[in-house]
Antibody
Framework: QLQLQESGPGLVKPSETLSLTCTVS??????????WGWIRQPPGKGLEWIGNIYHSGSTYYNPSLKSRVTISIDTSKNQFSLKLSSVTAADTAVYYCGGEHYYRSKNYYQIYGMDVWGQGTTVTVSS | DIQLTQSPSFLSASVGDRVTITCRASQGISSYLVWYQQKPGKAPNLLIY???TLQSGVPSRFSGSGSGTEFTLTISSLQPEDFATYYCQQLHTYPRTFGQGTKLEIK
């Protein structure tokens, strides 16, 4: 059974870089039909999509964060990571990693949505 | 970006009620829409994909419909465990976007 676990500092100073890692267990990060992604949720607010990465390394980012976001993948460690630079208090949120499941064959494509999530990690931006 | 607008934002209902939540897309997204349920302090849980297909393990009282720009999530008979916040998300195009959420509360 696929499981995800976020890790990283819970407190980041303003103007610094937020760094989180998501460890995938239960299958190889390269062998599954998943787009790996990050989503955040500010306190009391809704869900915000940050970005996705494919096991090939291709990335897609939220344009509102694109200049500050980097998502990378380390297949040898079965992990993918998020870096968000120049953080402010507005970046305070619960950060979730997740897997967006899809299936592709020669004549068929289906995308199922994010059916596996980490439990979330709270990141506070404060001096 | 594709904007998703959910209505209502808040919904008060009783156990046993039938409720419907609407999600409207700013442009056509075929059936590339999913619904999540989120309870306080927990990660979202996928309920429906492809606008109308129930995710494995999700009770049959949940159903989804729609295509193009208008979608609905219906709970046929509310159970106590259904009081939560519901989000739609489009998977048609990058960037992925979510609706603002619908909080379903007990009347």
């Amino acid at each position: 059974q696929l499981q995800l676990q976020e890790s990283g500092p819970g407190l980041v100073k303003p103007s610094e870089t937020l760094s989180l890692t998501c460890t995938v267990s239960g299958d190889s990060i390269s062998n599954t039909f998943y787009y790996w992604g990050w989503i955040r949720q500010p306190p009391g607010k809704g869900l915000e999509w940050i970005g996705n990465i494919y096991h090939s390394g291709s990335t897609y980012y939220n344009p509102s964060l694109k200049s500050r976001v980097t998502i990378s993948i380390d297949t040898s460690k079965n992990q993918f990571s998020l870096k968000l630079s120049s953080v402010t208090a507005a970046d305070t949120a619960v950060y979730y990693c997740g897997g967006e499941h899809y299936y592709r064959s020669k004549n068929y494509y289906q995308i199922y949505g994010m059916d596996v999530w980490g439990q979330g990690t709270t990141v506070t931006v404060s001096s | 970006d594709i904007q998703l607008t959910q209505s209502p934002s808040f919904l008060s209902a009783s156990v046993g009620d039938r409720v419907t939540i609407t999600c409207r897309a700013s442009q056509g997204i075929s059936s590339y829409l999913v619904w999540y349920q989120q309870k306080p302090g927990k990660a979202p849980n996928l309920l429906i994909y492809g606008a109308s297909t129930l995710q494995s393990g999700v009770p049959s009282r949940f159903s989804g419909s729609g295509s193009g720009t208008e979608f609905t999530l219906t709970i046929s008979s509310l159970q106590p465990e259904d009081f939560a916040t519901y989000y739609c998300q489009q998977l048609h195009t990058y960037p992925r976007t979510f609706g603002q959420g619908t909080k379903l509360e007990i009347k």
